[in-house]
């Protein structure tokens, strides 16, 4: 057996561990099969023959893992910490062997040992670690990062049960356990020697030490092991493969023997359900008061282990403590990680003997704060007394950082209590609150929205006083979304036509899709461009089918509107349209129109009854329309439950319209909009998020437009906005409504929806009404549109083909430029010069 040496460390790797030849590959498979997964290739099942897979590909991966790290080591590189609560990474395999690029290769080995590699491909568990947007730009980052060369680590927490599996059951939806563990995750590698503890609770003592340095000590009444799991995350082609470090909680002494002895069963075993709860299930249901502390806890929890490693990883490479902000650029994702904030405080104070001001030049220098919401009740914050309660110091270093900042506040707006009151990060109306938000302004070097629109309302509304204080830390980055998720992996039809035309770069570079424009007014082309996207259409009929029993047509429209389940993404606005049509077939069965399916997809909150509710308004009106034959050969309306990445795989490149419809000035961005568009799927949306900026980029021709813009809808509702008149006057919208309202789509139900409908009437917070008619106008373009074959495949090229800015790369490109000040690094394993 052939054997490689690394002189450096004398460590013997063999060849046939990490080469990428056939025969390697197909012995990999069999030995991990035989040696890891404990199995004889007669016995093993599709399961283990994934497991098997994935073990031969993680060790490709090691060695360019390991070798990253000792570069980054060797030369201290600056670094990006990326903390989040949420990273949705989707399925491993199928990502890791197209960065890795052996697919061909991968293929042909499992096919000589008659394994069917898509097969297997689908037997991987997701990690349902993430709701929705957050989570999934959190992986695409990731993803990005180890692309570009960028010295990057990954923060969150490895919660056993992730984002609820979604079953509907008589038009509900009903949460099931989403145990992703069930069968273990070959991707990680569990680090016990690199564990930390995290305090919460007891109480503080306070004195002045000799030199008359003010001194605090915090005792916890309980402390929790964070316990670290690695994921290498390898970047396309690129040599490099990054860390994502999750934290489990565990207790530190998990068995109490003399209190088992003593007949106390469970006070045995209490420290160990008290810590496990911590990294137990992602977003426990806040609508009490135990789980705001649970999730309070959890926040806390992993950015104290993250920030403790990171001073530990710091100090191990012989660097002071006073120079940290120097090497460490750390991303507070949303407010989650904010707590951040005081605990470095802590740390460096109270841990590290730093002084307060130069605490606070090392704390202020070393955080960044993406906010993702325009929702004020997004805007986390905590009650006093609770947050008091499980973080006593946090709460006295609040306070001084509040009285701190207050001060400059006064000093800068002499004589303006009011906006002393509006900023101080402690609410002092009616039950005090400490909000966290404010905690992450005060406490960064920059502020980013995620979106154009979106950066322009945080300085002119949410926070809009901290920009007039400090505007020069607001930037805006706008999202983006990886290529090899996204299309590569996700759409290998659409890539290998498109490759076919201008080869491989674009999956690294995807500026590159720019040269797919001349080809949009080649008749042959737009042929290949139809066929394939029909072909795509029948692979996702094939899966609903499977899924729900439904049968659709792939030669309708697919318009897909798939994302959480909120008020504001305004679904039920889609119904309101879907019911016009059903009207309108009624009166005239012989109405032409194009015959469209309608896919629905995403999870609602547990505790949020309206989304729910619209989510049984969806297959409610499903149940009626799908089973009518008087128009079901023109609409069907299909909900998909269990909307995830895989799920996303196979709705976004099949999709022809893409619902992105919220009320103008409430999406931060979105990131579906940029899938659904890379993939050649044209839009239907208001100005409204990253809308602004894909219709701008895409063409103003090429995007379907509609309702009012942020300014009008404030301008709206300023001026008194009255539902009720809108619905006497349009006789189209009072007939869906009234149709809702009777009962007819609700089994003669004529309360079922009476929430829904009130809500409509009487507030209609999201606009719906102000925008039926533009919205139903609008959708009737899309329909003349599409019975143009040629003029809407035109379209979608020219789509796909000017969606290069919208790529995760691009928006990791700014961060390093305009927020952490880092530069892609030359490693060993091979990556390309730094451009």
Known sequence: MLKQISKEHDLIVDDERTSNTVAALKQGILDNLFYVVGKRVEVATDMDHYMALAYTVRDRILARWLTTKEDYAKHNVRTVYYLSAEFLMGPYLANNILNLGIDDVIRQAAGELNLDLNHLIGQESEPGLGNGGLGRLAACYLDSLA??????????????????????????????????????????????????????????????????????????DEVVKGVPFDTPIVGYRSGVANTLRLWRSEANESFYFDRFNSGDYEGAVGAKVFAENIS??????????????????????????????MIRRHESAGQSIENFHEQCAVQLNDTHPSIGVAELMRLLIDIHGLVWDKAWEITSHTFNYTNHTLLPEALERWPLPMFQSLLPRHLEIIYEINARFLGLVRARFPNDEARVARMSIIDEHGERYVRMAYLACVGSSHINGVAKLHTDLLKSDVLRDFYELWPEKFINVTNGVTPRRWLAVANPEQSELMTSKIGHDWIGDLDQLSQLERYAEDSAFRSEWQGVQHAVKVRLAQYIAEKTGVSVDPSSMFDAQVKRIHEYKRQHLNVLYILTQYYRLKKD??????????????????????????????????????????????????????????????????????????????????????????????????????????????????????????????????????????????????????????????????????????????????????????????????????????????????????????????????????IWNVTRFEIAAGLPASK
């Open 589 to 818: 069965p012989t109405l032409e129109i194009s015959p469209r399916t309608f896919l629905f997809g995403g999870k609602a909150a547990p505790g949020y009854f309206m989304a729910k509710l619209i989510i049984k308004l969806i297959t409610s009106v499903a149940e009626v329309i799908n089973s009518d034959p008087e128009v079901n050969q023109h609409l069907k309306v299909v909900f998909l439950p269990d909307y995830n990445v895989t799920f996303g795989q196979l709705v976004y490149p099949a999709a022809d319209l893409s619902e992105q419809i919220s009320t103008a000035g409430k999406e931060a961005s979105g990131t579906g909009n940029m899938k659904f568009a890379m993939n050649g799927a044209l839009t239907i949306g208001t100005l409204d998020g990253a809308n602004i900026e894909i219709r701008d980029a895409v063409g103003h021709e090429n995007f379907f437009l509609f309702g009012l813009t942020a300014a009008e809808v404030a301008a709206r509702k300023a001026a008194g906005y009255h539902p009720h008149q809108i619905y006497e006057s349009n006789a189209a919208l009072r007939e869906v409504i009234d149709g809702i309202a009777s009962g007819r789509f609700s089994r003669g139900d004529g309360s079922l929806f009476r929430p829904l409908v009130d809500g409509l009437l009487n507030s209609d917070p999201y606009l719906l009404f102000a925008d039926y008619q533009s919205y139903v106008d609008c959708q009737d373009r899309v329909c003349k549109t599409y019975r143009d074959q040629e003029a809407w495949s035109k379209m979608s090229i020219y789509n796909a083909a000017r969606m290069g800015q919208f790529s995760s790369d691009r928006s990791i490109r700014d961060y390093c430029k305009e």
């Open 280 to 309: 137990k299930v992602l977003y426990p249901n806040d609508e009490e008061i135990r789980g705001k502390e649970l999730r309070l806890q959890q926040q806390y929890f992993f950015t104290s282990c993250s920030l403790q490693d």
């Open 147 to 220: 692309t570009l060369g960028v010295p990057a680590m990954g923060y969150g927490i490895r919660y056993e049960f992730g984002m609820f599996h979604q079953a509907i059951r008589d038009g509900w939806q009903v949460e099931l356990t989403d145990y992703w563990l069930r069968y273990g995750n070959p991707w990680e590698i569990r680090r016990p020697q690199a564990c930390v503890e995290v305090g919460f609770g007891g109480h503080t003592q306070s004195w002045s030490d000799s030199f008359g340095e003010y001194k605090v000590l915090w005792t916890p």
